[in-house]
């Protein structure tokens, strides 16, 4: 088991920043593909932005590419999202998912079906 806390979402005016983090404990996070996914009221949860067990991959969706940038300390066991240019169609709760691809040929994915593992989540708000 794999368990994830998010944290480090709140209330930010367009344009502004944000840093969220999640916390990973219980089996060896350097295993995990670690995933950033939202949802928004009413929308179904999508992809944000993923990071291979090292770091070394990552990959975004296109409406945060250039904005949005995934990083990991796995000395911290921590994956986080730095979100910059925030606008208001960010407004979601956020959640991070690990899913272990560690011996896989293909080391991300944006499927959230793929993922083994979730956090509660933790709400952008953005305002204009």
Known sequence: QVQLVESGGGSVQA??????????????FSNYCMGWFCQAPGKEREFVATISWNGDVTYYADSVKGRFTISRDNAKNTVYLQMNSLKPEDTAVYYCAATNLRSSIVVISENLDEYEYWGQGTQVTVSS
């Open 15 to 28: 344009g502004g920043s944000l840093r969220i983090s999640c916390a990973a404990s219980g089996r060896k």
